[in-house]
């Protein structure tokens, strides 16, 4: 086990949004996907997004990451706030200090596990901590996988490749985007846990989209979104728990 995780309220903020606004097209025809949310993620800490079809959980996400730019407020990442940052800049503060998980696994089929793991931080010219890379193989279970091929790597498998791909380089927070949408039950509950252990472990902020209620149960806090705002927070959600919230919200 590694080191216990530090109370939040002792830490500040890895990434803060305020009063965030992400308008589509202009007029009125413009639809308001984001309405002035205000959210802050911290170190160490697995955070879901939810909310109904259309709620603006996905935008949020995106935003957050700086794949779609805001049409106002702030998106800080540290001190670093995205949305005065020019294009080149904003590429590599996602290179060298975001992780991404995404439903697709987004793995090179001719590179092996290990080397799909590596790729990112050998383009960017980072020294690689073997140290590091050993504690997340072994966290997610890997070790006797590193010399196998996508092609023969179950789902399962292949989504701990981009995890730990996603981790490798220490980033700021890991954002994941239903990162258990292609994978079975069982699968998609061992993803899942090496998330949360990797918060728990590696003291790694991670912030997830789902529209699951049982795979939101694994994180320790969820917020809820409804027309784009902010509406309700769950901490130590159960699925039984994030799934009223859910009804609720589409009453």
Known sequence: MGQPALPHYDTPPVVTARDLVKVYGSGETG???LDGVNVD???????????????GKSTLMHCL?????????SIMVGRTDLTQLREKQLTQLRRDRIGFVFQSFNLLPM?????????????A???????????IVDVVGLRQRLDHLPATLSG????????????????EVVYADEPTGNLDS???AEILTFLRESAEELRQT???VTHDPVAAAYAERVVFLRDGRLVDELNDPTAQSVLDRLVHLEA
Request: proline share 4%; hydrophobic share 40%.
């Open 125 to 135: 010219g980072r020294t690689i901590d073997r140290d590091r890379f050993d504690h």
């Open 41 to 55: 993620f911290t170190r160490g800490a697995f955070t879901a997004i939810m909310g109904p079809s259309g709620s």
């Open 111 to 123: 590179l092996t596990a290990e080397r799909n793991i590596l790729l990112p931080s050998q383009i």
């Open 31 to 33: 639809v308001r996907a």
């Open 65 to 73: 990451a700086g794949l779609d730019t805001a049409t106002s407020g």
């Open 206 to 208: 991670i912030v997830m």
């Open 156 to 171: 399962g498998q292949q989504q701990r490749v981009a995890v730990a791909r996603a981790l490798l380089s220490a980033p």
């Open 186 to 188: 069982r699968t998609g």
